[in-house]
C-alpha cells in the first residue's frame, strides 16, 4: 500500500486522511450546533429584555438609569439616618475618600448627602453675600495662608556696563483660620415618619437659609471671635494716607449725607481711588436704603449714575460697575461707611472645609428631632489694597 491502512470503529481499514477528514466533519457539525444554540439563547434574552422595556414604557415609570446604582445607596442610607437614627448603612458603605463623601467621621459624626451639601452650596453662592464675589477656597486643614506681596519690586535704568541692585518684594503672610458654623434645625418624629415627605430637601433649605445669613454678616462685621473677620472691622484710614493692614476711605463732604453742591463726586472719587488693576474687576457693595439714596444721584449732564440691567440675572450697574446689595452693610448715618468698592475676588478670600456634617438628637426637644448640622469657614481680607469705602462725613 501507499500508506498505512488503519481500521475504523466499524472494523473497515480506512487511510488517515479519511478519518482525519471525518473527524473535522464531526466538529464543525458539532461547533454548528452549538452556535445555532447560543444563537437562539441571546434571541430569546433580547426578547425578553423588550418587553420589560416596553413594559416600563407603558406604565409612565422612570427609565433605569446607571447613575442610580451608584447615588441609591448613599441617599438610602442618609434617608434612614435622617427618619429613624438607623446608622448601619452609613458605616456599610465604601466610598471614594473625596471631597463630598458619606464615610463616617472619627468623632462619630455623619457628613451630609453630596447631593443635600451641593444644594446648600448653590444657595450660599446665590445669595447676595460677598461669598458671591470674593475667593473661595478649599481647604483641609485648621487655618488657610496667604503669601501676599506688600511693595513693589525695585527696578531701574542702566548702562551696558554697570548694573546696580534693586529692592526685593516684601511678603506678607496673612493666616485665616478656621471655625464652626452651624444649625439646628428640628422636625417632628411624625413628620419624619411620613413617607410622602421630603425631609432631605427641607434641610437642605433650613440649613443653607441659617448659613447663608450667619455668613453674610460676618464676612461684612465680623470680629473674628469664633467668626470670620469682616472687611468693615479693619482699621480705617483716608485714602491719602493708606498704608498696607488698612482700608483706605473716601469722604462725602457731608456728616451723614452726600454733599449738598456735588453729591455724585463722592461716587467718582471712591471708584477712581482704587488702583487701575483693580478696577477693572471692581464691585460696590451696600445695602437696600443705600441703593434707594445712590440710585437718585446724577452727573452734571443730568444723566443717573445708576442702570437697572436689561438681562435677566444680571446685577444693577453703577457708573458701569456690578452693584451687590447686600443687607448687612451699614445704613448711611453719621461716620458710617455704608458704601465699599473694590475687587473683592482678589481683597477677600473665604476658606473653608468642604464636607458638612449632620448629628441626630432625638431625646433633647422630643416629640421633636433635632438636627446638628455643622461646617467649618473662614474668611479675611487678603488684599488691603484692593477695597475702597465711602466714608459718610465732612472728613
Known amino acids: 500500500m501507499g500508506m498505512t491502512e488503519i481500521t475504523s470503529r466499524h472494523g473497515e481499514l480506512v487511510s488517515p486522511v479519511a478519518e482525519v477528514k471525518s473527524a473535522v466533519t464531526d466538529f464543525m457539525r458539532e461547533f454548528k450546533d452549538f452556535q445555532s444554540d447560543i444563537h437562539a439563547k441571546l ?10 422595556d416596553r413594559k416600563t414604557l407603558t406604565a409612565a415609570r422612570p427609565a433605569l438609569a446607571r447613575s442610580a446604582e451608584i447615588e441609591a445607596p448613599h441617599q438610602k442610607a442618609f434617608n434612614a439616618y435622617l427618619r429613624s437614627g438607623d446608622d448601619d448603612g452609613l458605616r456599610g458603605l465604601e466610598l471614594e475618600g473625596k471631597a463630598m463623601s458619606t464615610a463616617v467621621n472619627g468623632d ?9 451639601s451641593e444644594t446648600i452650596r448653590s444657595v450660599l453662592m446665590a445669595s447676595s453675600s460677598i461669598r458671591q464675589i470674593a475667593n473661595v477656597v478649599n481647604v483641609n486643614a485648621t487655618s488657610y495662608d496667604v503669601l501676599v506681596d506688600t511693595t513693589d519690586i525695585g527696578a531701574g535704568w542702566n548702562d551696558e556696563s554697570s548694573v546696580s541692585e534693586t529692592s526685593t518684594p516684601t511678603v506678607d503672610r496673612i493666616a485665616i483660620p478656621l471655625f464652626e458654623l452651624s444649625a439646628l434645625p428640628k422636625a417632628s418624629q411624625r413628620l419624619l415618619d411620613d413617607s410622602a415627605f421630603d425631609i432631605e430637601s427641607w434641610l437642605a433649605e433650613r440649613i443653607a437659609d441659617k448659613f447663608s445669613r450667619a455668613e453674610a454678616a460676618a464676612f461684612i462685621s465680623g470680629d473674628g471671635v469664633d467668626k470670620p473677620t469682616g472687611f468693615l472691622n479693619h482699621p480705617k484710614v483716608a485714602d491719602a494716607s493708606w498704608s498696607w493692614d488698612n482700608l483706605g476711605y473716601i469722604a462725602t463732604g457731608a456728616n451723614g449725607d452726600f454733599d449738598l453742591n456735588d453729591p455724585a463726586d463722592a461716587i467718582v472719587d471712591l471708584v477712581y ?59 448711611i448715618a453719621s461716620d458710617a461707611y455704608a458704601i465699599a468698592f473694590g475687587d473683592f475676588h482678589a481683597g477677600y478670600t473665604v476658606a473653608e472645609r468642604p464636607d458638612l456634617r449632620v448629628l441626630r438628637d432625638p431625646f433633647s426637644a422630643k416629640p421633636h428631632v433635632l438636627f446638628y448640622a455643622t461646617k467649618r469657614v473662614g474668611g479675611d481680607v487678603s488684599d488691603f489694597g484692593a477695597i475702597k469705602l465711602l466714608k459718610f462725613a465732612a472728613v
Open 273 to 331: 481711588a482704587l488702583g487701575a488693576r483693580y478696577r477693572a474687576n471692581g464691585t460696590f457693595v451696600m445695602n437696600s436704603k443705600t441703593a434707594g439714596a445712590v440710585r437718585k444721584l446724577k452727573d452734571a449732564d443730568g444723566r443717573f449714575l445708576w442702570s437697572d440691567s436689561l438681562s435677566a440675572g444680571e446685577p444693577a450697574r453703577l457708573m458701569g460697575y456690578p452693584v451687590l446689595v447686600a443687607e448687612d452693610m451699614p445704613d
Open 108 to 116: 462619630g459624626g455623619y457628613l451630609i448627602d453630596p447631593m443635600t
Open 43 to 52: 434571541q430569546q434574552q433580547e426578547s425578553r429584555l423588550t418587553m420589560l
